[in-house]
């Protein structure tokens, strides 16, 4: 029997419960600093991922460019200038004086990458062309611009452990580009990077190898959504073959985060069953909708080794605490601050004992 407060050898660290915190963009980094620096960490968000660290606990951050290309909003921190990789440190090292560990999503968005950040103003990389309403919104990446792709993952990993991280965490869903190759609906292609489930396969595996080169298996981890270009996907052969590869390398952990409400509205069905078979002996991770009950249930069952929350360690800076005690969840999420803006649904989320606190 396993739950969420049994420890867990995952890659290069031991942690001490199975409670992570999910990578989610909260768009409160430093448009630019005094120094002219673009894209920086700040001491809110210093703040904001101390305050969730535990002892023994995984925290994955969200999601941070690996080039100016591929630069989402102003407000979203890079890992791919000396200034940034200095800014991260900062970060890091109040999550280990708790004794915690953290791990950097590592992302490049491909066709969603804005026009205005490529110095050639050329069209978002994907793997094929893709059009909306007639008209191309991508362009097919040639061979040697997928290796300058593949090589700049390794380099942010580089930067990641530069910056204090213990490891990363490969954006490998979520329609970003590597999911555009994995993804036969997005990926067109006849050469060696389509066409069939291996060759969609190829620049995943090739970008897992380059970060492992980098920093090693063990401080490796990738996620991936199966379902989230095709909502209603029944047949993961996609996505085992994918595992049945991965597995080969002995990552930290793969990531999966499941389809909105579950497969065909079941919680767990027999495809994340099949996922969790290609993979078998290595560790995964399932996101999504998850409340305690539900999560340790799924981890006594076996579909998963750990569970990763997003909302609820937003809301819950001290989740862990209020699992191990038993305590209520805060569940009344400020949705409007999400993404971006001040402290406000950021840093101010109160834990349990200031809770009790402010009604005495």
């Known amino acids: 029997m396993q739950s969420l407060l049994d420890p867990l050898i995952l890659g290069a660290i031991q942690l001490k419960h199975r409670i992570v915190m999910a990578p989610m963009t909260r768009g409160r980094a430093t448009t630019l600093d005094e120094f002219g620096n673009a894209n920086m960490p700040n001491k809110l968000m210093e703040e904001y991922y101390e305050q969730r660290a535990t002892s023994g606990g995984l925290l994955i951050t969200e999601a941070t460019p690996i080039c100016?290309?591929?630069?989402?909003?102003?407000?979203?921190?890079?890992?791919?200038?000396?200034?940034?990789?200095?800014?991260?440190?900062?970060?890091?090292?109040k999550v280990?004086?708790?004794?915690?560990?953290?791990?950097?999503?590592?992302?490049?968005?491909?066709?969603?990458c804005e026009p205005e950040n490529d110095v050639l103003r050329r069209a978002p990389p994907s793997a094929s062309v893709i059009e909306r309403d007639g008209e191309p919104i991508s362009r097919e990446l040639t061979h040697d611009e997928i290796r300058e792709i593949v090589d700049l993952f390794g380099q942010a990993a580089t930067n990641a452990i530069d910056a204090g991280f213990d490891g990363v965490e490969i954006k490998g869903g979520n329609e970003y580009i590597i999911d555009q190759f994995l993804n036969e609906t997005t990926n067109k292609r006849t050469d060696r990077y389509g066409g069939s489930i291996e060759n969609r396969n190829r620049f995943a595996l090739e970008v897992v190898s380059t970060?492992?080169?980098?920093?090693?298996?063990?401080?490796?981890?990738?996620?991936?959504?199966?379902?989230?270009?095709?909502?209603?996907?029944?047949?993961?052969?996609?996505?085992?073959?994918l595992l049945r590869a991965l597995v080969l390398y002995n990552l930290?952990?793969?990531?999966?985060?499941?389809a909105t409400g579950g497969i065909n509205n079941k919680p767990e069905t027999d495809q994340i069953l099949a996922l969790r078979d290609a993979y078998a002996g290595g560790n995964l991770m399932l996101n999504r909708g998850y409340l305690i009950e539900r999560a340790n249930k799924t981890l006594d069952e076996?579909?998963?080794?750990?569970?990763?929350?997003?909302?609820?360690?937003?809301?819950?800076?001290?989740?862990?605490?209020?699992?191990?005690?038993?305590?209520?969840l805060?569940?009344?999420?400020?949705?409007?601050t999400f993404y971006g803006g001040s402290s406000d649904g950021y840093t101010s989320y109160k834990t349990w004992n200031e809770q009790q606190d402010n009604l005495e």
Do not use: C, M
């Open 68 to 93: 100016v290309e591929s630069q989402y909003e102003k407000t979203v921190p890079g890992i791919y200038t000396p200034a940034q990789i200095d800014a991260w440190k900062r970060v890091t090292e």
């Open 96 to 112: 280990h004086a708790k004794g915690g560990f953290i791990f950097l999503q590592i992302w490049h968005q491909g066709y969603k």
């Open 211 to 241: 970060v492992i080169a980098a920093i090693g298996a063990s401080r490796t981890g990738i996620r991936i959504s199966p379902w989230e270009i095709v909502p209603d996907r029944t047949d993961v052969s996609q996505w085992t073959s």
């Open 252 to 258: 930290a952990y793969v990531h999966v985060l499941r």
């Open 302 to 328: 076996g579909y998963a080794d750990l569970i990763s929350f997003g909302k609820l360690f937003l809301a819950n800076p001290d989740l862990v605490d209020r699992v191990k005690l038993g305590k209520d």
């Open 330 to 336: 805060n569940t009344d999420y400020e949705f409007k």
